[in-house]
């Protein structure tokens, strides 16, 4: 029998026994939800601060889910109805402790998408949609990927709902603009729903237009493809037909002849037995990608000659026509270059900067247009080689230019999946070639980060050195946190705290630093990234995880010394003359293992990584005193005891 609820407790700010954050903590990372739900449930009350850390909120949301899979199995409504409640009103403190301490992370909107996931299959749609918009407010907006997901299950839940035109109004935009999708296995879905819409409300035409489109767009679910050739042959009630639709454009009619035909050959008993039946799938997939990378102006705007919104019902509901990507004719010239980016990541922005210089010094006449989020177009103040455009509010249509590269699939982050753990190449030069810069030019190519600092920005940084006395000194400048946990460096406060006792030292951090109190120890989370990166500029040596600050210290040449654990330091430092790594490659050989937040580590089966935890204080700490002296000897300074 469960703890009965009390609600109250809950959203009391009942002090909780000593250790329980730190416990809860350790079990979240272990990934034991269920254990970190019962021990909440147990002591029945909480600080809500425990939940502005991510990864407990995430784990108590999972074990919640747990409880109330069992509940449902066991046909307990009465139990799973105070279940529901209980946790909707963790879910409610949760974010507002985050919202208000501006501490919402990945983790809590992670949450609430699988909350609402497991809402729908209660058949709770309603409460599940209510959820899911109130992320959109909350900023999900942030974590392109998560964004796009929200998106996507709204447009399912306004489908399951009989809202068709919500659901439709909410993904075309995301069919507009294909270069916000980072992942193309979701486009099969997008096309089922709104054709599933479209057919249920009686728009028989943009049933149609969305199956044709569905065949035009590339990605490479073959049993997708499949789906939606059998649906088009049962349209016109045989394949054969649809060659003699006079209302389809010839172009998509010729598609689907490709498509019908694969299909037709790979049902025949013996074609499996064939061989060269893997190049014959190659050829289906090259011939689609060729048609919308290098021959997009084969095809119309639309599938259908008709317009796809004159309803067979006189009255229905009008929707607007969808603003599908004009594509550009033969006598059109294209001359600039698109590089589309929707997601974030301040180190591959920067070290995306050689490869776009090198591009320019290539075709200096061209205009390189680089779309990404307008948060981050303060990196590329003063950075002459680009254009920015805001890819989130401008509308941007690819085919008009000479080049379209989109990097919201990072090729960078691919090449390293397809090679780990034997990662050789820079994403530097992962980039460049993703570019086209290959041979003597990627060769020759500066591998340094551009970044320039503006001098209202200087002055502000000798500002701060003059008012804390700072001229003449050894300043050590130390970036607390990387974005993901798997490769942050759990000792950083006593590092700090050490090095402190012989020289000033400023800690970075985007969010509220707590602790680190020195007197020589000074806080920077109160200023912009610009503002922030002045002053690391001041610095004689940066200590960072692997993040930002490396590839940044590179582009102003400030000696840094990374901590790495997972990924390798060596990967990416050899390229930077003034950068040293630290890591205990000699101690575990499973460095560099290259795995990501959503692997465990192999060692410990959590999240946080064991060869960071296992780094001791004084092996960072010497690595720092060897290359402060060397700096000082260059520069004929001494640090200030």
Request: glycine share 6%; charged share 25%; hydrophobic share 40%.
């Amino acid at each position: 029998m469960s703890t009965p609820l009390n609600l109250s407790a809950v959203k009391a700010k009942i002090s909780p026994r000593p250790g329980l954050e730190q416990e809860l903590r350790a079990l979240a990372l272990a990934g034991h939800g269920q254990l970190v739900y019962n021990t909440l449930r147990q002591h029945q009350g909480y600080l809500a601060d425990l939940f502005c850390d991510g990864y407990i909120f995430l784990e108590t949301i999972r074990g919640g889910i747990h409880v109330i899979r069992r509940l449902h199995q066991e046909a307990a409504e009465l139990p799973k109805k105070d279940e529901l409640s209980y946790l909707n009103s963790l879910i409610d403190i949760g974010l507002e402790a985050a919202r208000r301490k501006q501490a919402l992370r990945r983790q809590h909107f992670m949450a609430v998408l699988e909350w609402t996931d497991q809402l729908v299959e209660l058949g709770l749609l309603e409460m599940a949609a209510t959820r899911l918009q109130a992320l959109t407010e909350l900023g999900v907006a942030r974590f392109h990927d998560l964004s796009l997901r929200t998106q996507t299950h709204l447009s399912l839940l306004d489908n399951l709902c009989g809202r068709f035109e919500d659901a439709y109004q909410r993904l075309i935009p995301l069919l507009e603009k294909p270069y916000l999708l980072g992942d193309r296995t979701v486009l099969p879905r997008f096309f089922q729903t709104l054709s599933t819409a479209a057919l249920k409300s009686g728009r028989l035409a943009y049933y149609k237009e969305m199956l044709f489109q569905a065949l035009r767009n590339f990605y490479t679910e073959l049993e997708a493809r499949e789906a939606f050739t059998d649906q088009i042959s049962a349209i016109y009630r045989h394949g054969w037909r649809v060659l003699f639709a006079s209302e389809a454009a010839l172009a998509f009619r010729c598609l689907f002849l490709v498509h019908w035909l694969f299909f037709r050959l790979k049902r025949l008993p013996f074609f499996g037995r064939l061989p060269g039946l893997g190049g014959v799938r190659s050829f289906l997939l090259i011939y689609v990608y060729i048609m919308n990378v290098f021959l997009p102006q084969l095809f119309p705007r639309r599938a259908l000659k008709q317009a796809p919104f004159e309803w067979l019902n006189a009255s229905s509901p009008t929707l607007p026509v969808p603003a599908l990507p004009e594509r550009s004719g033969f006598r059109i010239r294209r001359k600039n270059f698109l590089i589309t980016r929707a997601m974030g990541g301040i180190g591959d922005l920067l070290m995306l900067t050689p490869a776009l210089h090198a591009l320019k010094r290539r075709y200096p006449r061209q205009e390189i247009h680089l779309a990404i989020p307008s948060r981050y177009f303060a990196l590329f103040q003063g950075n002459p080689d680009i254009v920015l455009l805001d890819i989130e509010r401008q509308a941007l249509n690819p085919f008009r230019y000479k080049r379209w590269y989109n990097f919201t699939h990072c090729p960078a982050a691919q090449g390293e999946a397809l090679r780990a753990p034997r990662v050789r190449k820079s994403r530097m030069d992962l980039f460049a070639g993703a570019l086209g810069i290959r041979g003597w030019r990627r060769w020759f190519m500066s591998r340094r980060p551009r970044y320039t600092i503006l001098p209202d920005e200087a002055r502000e940084a000798e500002r701060f050195w003059q008012q804390h006395g700072l001229q003449g000194q050894t300043v050590v400048g130390i970036q607390l946190h990387a974005d993901e946990l798997y490769r942050d460096y759990p000792y950083m406060e006593p590092l700090a705290l050490k090095l402190a006792q012989r020289y000033p030292v400023l800690v970075f951090d985007a969010r509220k630093i707590e602790g680190y109190e020195h007197p020589r120890i000074f806080k920077i989370d109160n200023r912009s990234l610009r503002q922030a990166f002045a002053l690391a500029a001041r610095c004689q040596l940066l200590v960072a995880p692997d993040s930002a600050f490396v590839h940044f210290s590179a582009a102003v040449k400030v000696p840094c010394l990374g901590i790495y654990g997972p990924i390798d330091g060596k990967v990416r430092t050899r390229q930077y003359r003034n950068c040293q790594f630290v890591d205990l490659r000699r101690h575990l050989g499973c460095i560099p293992c290259w795995r990501n937040e959503d692997i465990p580590c192999k060692l410990t089966g959590m999240r946080t990584s064991a060869c960071l935890e296992n780094l001791p204080v004084h092996m960072v700490y010497q690595k720092v005193l060897n290359m402060l002296e060397k700096i000082e000897k260059r520069n004929g300074t001494r640090e200030r005891i």
